[in-house]
């Protein structure tokens, strides 16, 4: 396949006494097609491409994340619906899909239908072409009245959507209670814990408790997704940060150490230990492998404790 990678530069501008000034240049490499719609917000930048690939970009660091997109048909547009967490999207054939910025897609009002289908809802060869929101005061935030504008003139229509959620934090807990622990680890991963640590340790405070509370091998994988947000994150974390946050994961680390020793997986306690460089984790891990003869990760803890008695003398 000798196809040229496309590569694009997306600047972004607003206007300041009548004349636009640049505000950022957003990079966008190894597109698979062409541009078809382009949103952004405050800090997110979001794509839909010729081929129903949907990106979410954020600005700051850009660091972008792309997942092929409920619609297949051809895409008629793409709208935010509550800034920088929540966007829809339409296509010919009357099709409406919401997502958030992790391109989890949502259905809210917790209906098992991934998508609205307004063909089947009109009884009209009609599609969307345009989404406002609609300002009623004396409602609840979670309530949205959004002004729908259907193609060929009309109609016209009104749809009053219920959110469990209003921002990022309610979001999170909408996922917790519904057990989307998946959503949960690709949400996570759109903050920043340099610039969002408060958020981030509030999120992982409220999943890791709620999943040591009923803890199975399923879980397993969602607690070592969560540490390595922190330990091995997509872009680098800031040195105070780190210096606020490292003890907190390091206890919630802890805590799935001795997990991982009772379930007997013993590669990826070797692993987390290395992040904790704690002697008492190396000795615990020790003498669980001498008791199971597991002599390879053996060696490499007794190796670990001669290090830190010589660094101690």
């Not at 935010?80 to 966007?87: M, Q, Y």
């Not at 345009?130 to 300002?135: H, L, R, V, W």
């Amino acid at each position: 396949n000798n196809t040229p990678e496309r590569t694009y530069e997306l600047s972004v501008y607003y206007y300041e006494n009548f004349r636009s000034v640049p505000l950022r240049l957003v990079h966008i490499p190894s597109l698979s097609s062409s541009i078809s719609f382009v949103i952004r917000s405050s800090s997110r930048t979001i794509l839909c491409l010729t081929d129903a690939t949907l990106i979410s970009i954020d600005e700051i660091n850009h660091v972008q994340r792309s997942k092929s997109c409920l619609l297949s048909r051809n895409i008629t547009g793409l709208w935010w619906i509550i800034d920088n967490l929540l966007f829809s999207i339409a296509d010919e054939q009357g099709s409406l899909v919401f997502y958030d910025i992790a391109l989890n897609p949502i259905w809210p009002v917790l209906s098992s239908n991934k998508k609205l289908n307004f063909h089947h809802v009109l009884n009209q060869d009609k599609f969307i072409v345009g989404i406002n929101q609609m300002i009623v005061s004396n409602v609840s935030s979670s309530n949205l009245t959004l002004i729908l504008q259907f193609s060929q003139g009309g109609p016209i229509g009104l749809i009053d959507i219920h959110y469990p959620f209003n921002n990022i934090h309610s979001l999170f807990k909408y996922y917790i209670n519904s057990q989307n622990y998946s959503s949960i680890i690709d949400l996570l991963w759109c903050l920043d814990w340099s610039r969002q640590d408060n958020d981030c340790r509030l999120v992982v405070s409220y999943v890791t408790q709620e999943i040591f509370r009923h803890m199975n091998f399923n879980e397993y994988f969602y607690i070592e997704q969560i540490l390595r947000t922190f330990y091995a994150p997509i872009r680098p974390i800031s040195d105070a940060s780190i210096l606020r946050n490292r003890s907190f994961i390091n206890q919630i680390a802890t805590r799935y150490f001795y997990y991982l020793l009772k379930g007997k997986f013993y590669s990826q306690a070797l692993q987390l230990a290395k992040h904790l460089e704690n002697r008492t984790t190396y000795l615990d891990l020790y003498y669980a492998c001498d008791y199971d003869n597991e002599k390879t990760i053996m060696n490499v803890c007794a190796q670990k404790l001669r290090l830190n008695n010589e660094n101690d003398k």
